[in-house]
């Protein structure tokens, strides 16, 4: 299924952040979940963001399995992930201003259970 059919409810707060929130359709099964997506743009301190909602992930879900850190024509996109049995969740910075946050299925048998 195409993600066009993504839906994008209101914004919502996790802590100080008003964050966008798309939900995507299973792309075997348009009735289940695929996943979820947040999305911090236009946002004034995408470096500080990122930290403070790498924080709350860390305190939430423990150490993350991994990081990364690459520097691309003057601009820095830092990535961390939390890798579970069912579920990967990967928080990003991207471009100058964009932070995002991305519950997904870690295979096509866990897509079932988000």
């Known amino acids: 299924m ?3 059919h993504a839906i994008t409810p209101e914004h919502i ?3 100080r952040f008003d964050l966008t929130v798309t939900l995507y359709p299973s792309h075997s099964d348009s009735k289940k979940l695929g996943k979820i997506d947040l999305d911090r743009l236009l946002n004034e301190d995408p470096a500080g963001t990122y930290n403070s909602l790498k924080t709350l992930l860390i305190e939430k ?4 399995t991994n990081q990364e850190r690459q520097d691309s024509n003057g601009t ?9 049995p069912s579920t990967i969740i990967t928080l ?4 100058a201003q964009g932070v995002e946050i991305l ?3 870690a295979n096509a048998k866990a897509a ?3």
């Open 112 to 114: 079932d259970t988000l």
């Open 76 to 84: 820095t996109r830092n990535t961390t992930a939390w890798i579970f």
């Open 13 to 15: 707060k996790v802590e």
């Open 61 to 64: 879900y423990g150490k993350p």
């Open 2 to 4: 195409a993600e066009a």
């Open 92 to 95: 990003d910075t991207y471009g």
């Open 103 to 105: 519950y997904e299925p």
